[in-house]
């Protein structure tokens, strides 16, 4: 265990030697909450409700989708594990009595835990600026359900993510095609940019067989009080479910990926 | 004892094909035909503890290949491989414990960070003791002379520094096992022979058992004593290094200096010219003529000076990586 507080560790260091990247990385995450922001704003200045949010209750969402997005979609594993294989500087890290897989999950826990500090303060600042009415209906119940979804939602991106890079193996040079798709995707269906029960009944019932909705919109919605009693913790055990389908799907890929494995690059 | 034993071990690859220019791509992106790459094909040796073995062969012979496939990166095709008595591919902790390996182009230093973190992430991965950590670190940074180094950004430092940071995060968990890739590429020739030092002096104070392929014979001269040589993934000898010149060099040069001008054209009657500079002349004769062609050298020429010696080292490998003959 202490081998991955070293890595936690040495990952903020290194958080910290890009600054200004972090700060962008973060300021387009402020922007894009303003474009959802005004998007609605302008949408609601026809109507008082739509698809059953009124004006406070879709602030409130987009709002929280910051906070998630901080702790969910923030991923250095993402941008690396495809070009490590490609390269072949997976090697380093196979000499080595370490897990891989658990190596990167802890830099994404890392890179986490920096964000969500980042949009707490950016959502105050934001808040003080706009001002804006919401409205929260949140219980013990509520927050202890949003708690477990939302780890269950961290462990499900990264895996998503991974078994994406790990085409790599196989297609070196394709590998960034295949994630940008699943990167649209989860932007889209994972409920960042709407909340998904607007949708039409069989679009949501399509999403529901995917990943995508447990890891932004079945969060929050729990948080808000959407969903309660026994449809929580059916939420809750169709998000176990999947975490631990995709994680025997990755564990497959990469058993499969390292027999092919060149270990190229010298 | 074996520490290390290969038996008939063999990597092959299966690699795509791509025909040159964009319509090779479409081409390819439609139909991929394969080859078959047969990178180590059949090589066995075995290595006792604590020695220090030169891996010698051209590019792509096969060195490297083999290399990954004793530290566990590469699953062979077919063949017996055991290392310390472990299965590399099975990827133990027990056993990657025990060895490192450096490859020279690689890097496994946090490239923002001081090498100095990676060093302490390398203690914690390999679970290396508090006491144990400082005293090896102590005694690598004054071997390597880098004490003024260690809280510098690894970005900022040259390539001999980096290197040398590099060699101390691999050896940070005292392994038993070294395999070293290339260690001394791209570095100046006073780099290369501290480099060359260090790993001299680290094999005789840890008896760690040492394999290393280079390019620079220089390397493999002054350290190892057993050389093998693989070409074409085939071994083609495993012995002590002054072997080499006996089993492939069927002939001598000599080294003549003369007093006076003569015609070059005569030489040839004593054996095969290779270089012909007034006044000095490289002649290759068959180790079996040597002194009936030195004796006919001094009896015809005006000779000022003659040396027979043996072809230098270097030669010998190139000629035989090139299947020619020297004679």
Known sequence: ?266 | MDIISVKDLKKHYQIAQKEAGLAGSFKSLLHRQYSVVKAVDGVSFAISEGELVGFIGPNGAGKTTTLKVLSGLLYPTSGAVSVLGFTPWKRQPAFQKQFSLVLGQKNQLWWDLPAQESFILNKEIYEVPDAQYKSTLDTLVQLLEVADLLKIQVRKLSLGQRMKMELIAALIHSPKILFLDEPTIGLDVVMQKKMRDFIKDYNRQYHSTIILTSHYMDDVKELCDRVIIINQGRLLFDGQLDEIIKKFANHKILTVIFSKDINPDALKSVGQVREFTYPRALISVPRAETSAAASRLLRDFPVADLNIEEPAIEDVIREVFTGKDLA
């Not at chain 1, 973060?26 to 059953?52: C, D, E, H, K, P």
């Not at chain 1, 950016?122 to 949140?138: C, N, V």
């Not at chain 1, 979804?149 to 040079?173: D, K, Q």
């Open chain 1, 1 to 266: 265990m202490r081998k991955y507080f070293t890595v936690f560790a040495a990952s903020w260091q290194d958080e910290f030697t890009y600054r200004l990247n972090f700060i962008l990385w973060r300021f387009r995450n402020v922007l894009r909450f303003l474009m959802t922001y005004f998007l609605w704003q302008g949408l609601f200045s026809a109507t008082s409700t739509i698809y059953g949010y009124s004006r406070p209750d879709m602030v409130a969402y987009i709002f929280l989708v910051l906070i998630v997005q901080a702790a969910i979609t923030s991923a250095p594993s993402a941008d690396n594990i495809g070009g490590e294989i490609g390269s072949g500087d997976l090697s380093n890290y196979l000499l080595k009595p370490m897990s891989y897989l658990r190596f990167w999950f802890t830099r994404d826990l890392a890179s986490k835990s920096l964000n969500l500090l980042f949009s707490f303060i950016e959502i105050t600042l934001l808040w003080l600026l706009l001002r804006p009415a919401l409205s929260f209906h949140y219980s013990f119940f509520s927050v202890f359900g949003f708690v477990a979804s939302g780890l269950f939602a961290m462990v499900i991106y990264f895996l998503v993510s991974a078994s994406a890079r790990f085409t790599s193996f196989w297609y070196p040079e394709n590998t960034w095609g295949l994630s940008f798709l699943i990167l649209i995707f989860i932007e889209i269906f994972s409920g960042s940019i709407f909340p998904l029960d607007v949708l039409p009944p069989a679009g949501q019932i399509i999403l529901q067989a995917t990943p995508f909705p447990y890891l932004i919109y079945y969060p929050i919605s729990i948080l808000d009080g959407k969903i309660t009693g026994l449809y929580l913790w059916r939420i809750l055990f169709q998000s176990a479910s999947w975490t631990l389908l995709l994680l025997i799907f990755t564990r497959f890929l990469w058993r499969k990926g390292l027999r092919v494995f060149g270990a190229e690059g010298n």
